[in-house]
């Protein structure tokens, strides 16, 4: 669409304005508005307007985007408030980190016991399903009132966007467990006390480990969000200011670098998975 004028170019690219007055040498008009400029100025003998079919400042062209890549971290910002991509990066991917691990540390062990005991299901459950339906950023005014401004009620509401799915979709993953596994155990000899340590939690690591990186992809998709309440910051910042003064460009580089980094980081986990867990029946799964 960005290279081809014949598919969609519904704007022109003034390079000549002509007899017209308010046209500007690199003016985005509409190409209806254009053709009626030039209508006009050929009726009248006037100069007439030149231009070239274009998309939208908000569509840029392919090469542009790859151009984005490169400026974007090594060309200063434009704007005295403007920020660098790579310190927006690394400042949503603090957030991301912290948010995730916080989930992971009261997530995993509290969905595990909900798994493989059913007391703690009946007393845990019911409040975790009615808390998963609430939006997380309903709770944003909450966490800026608590925590301030700053980076701790973005960490906040990724932790409350994750944390109760969490518990819900590890407890169903431990009751995957094949029961036989279990009267194997007891018939060896294994004490009901020991059976959470050495076996339940080994059989199903694999499963929950496959589970944690799914989440991880989770927590991406409140980071926009998170990162909007109280001061904003992040690669939301970037994403905004480049918007701001139409720096699409950067825009779309900035929103595709986080698919990349997505990406890579659940492909990198996948490969520590095959080393972690060579018991793993289901290896390829990870």
């Not at 014949?6 to 509409?30: D, E, F, K, T």
């Amino acid at each position: 669409m960005s290279y081809v004028p014949w598919i969609w170019h519904p704007m022109v690219i003034v390079s000549n304005p002509g007899s017209v007055s308010y046209l500007r040498p690199g003016m985005r008009v509409a190409r209806d508005t254009f053709e009626r400029e030039v209508k006009t100025a050929t009726e009248s003998g006037a100069a007439v307007p030149e231009g070239r079919p274009a998309n939208p400042v908000y569509l840029p062209a392919p090469h542009q985007v790859l151009a984005a890549f490169y400026t974007s971290f090594t060309t200063k910002p434009q704007t005295r408030d403007g920020v660098w991509l790579h310190e927006s990066l690394w400042h949503s991917i603090q957030i991301i980190l912290w948010g995730f691990l916080i989930s992971s540390l009261i997530g995993v062990p509290l969905g595990i016991l909900c798994g493989a005991y059913s007391g703690m299901s009946r007393m845990t459950e019911p409040f975790t399903e009615f808390v998963r339906y609430l939006p997380a950023p309903a709770f944003g005014a909450l966490a800026v009132a608590i925590l301030g401004i700053y980076d701790g009620p973005k960490i906040a509401i990724i932790v409350i966007g994750t944390l109760f799915q969490q518990i819900l979709i590890i407890a169903n993953t431990t009751r995957t467990l094949d029961y036989p596994l279990v009267e194997a155990a007891l018939t060896l000899g294994t004490k009901r006390r020991q059976m959470l340590s050495r076996v339940v939690i080994p059989a199903v690591l694999p499963a929950l480990y496959r589970d944690q990186r799914i989440l991880l992809g989770w927590a991406w998709t409140y980071l926009i969000v998170a990162e909007l309440i109280g001061t904003t910051s992040g690669i939301t910042w970037f994403i905004t200011q480049q918007a701001r003064y139409q720096h699409f460009p950067n825009v779309y580089a900035a929103i595709i670098i986080i698919g990349i980094i997505g990406l890579g980081t659940d492909m990198v986990l996948a490969l520590l998975g095959r080393s972690l867990f060579t018991w793993d029946r289901n290896g390829t799964a990870v």
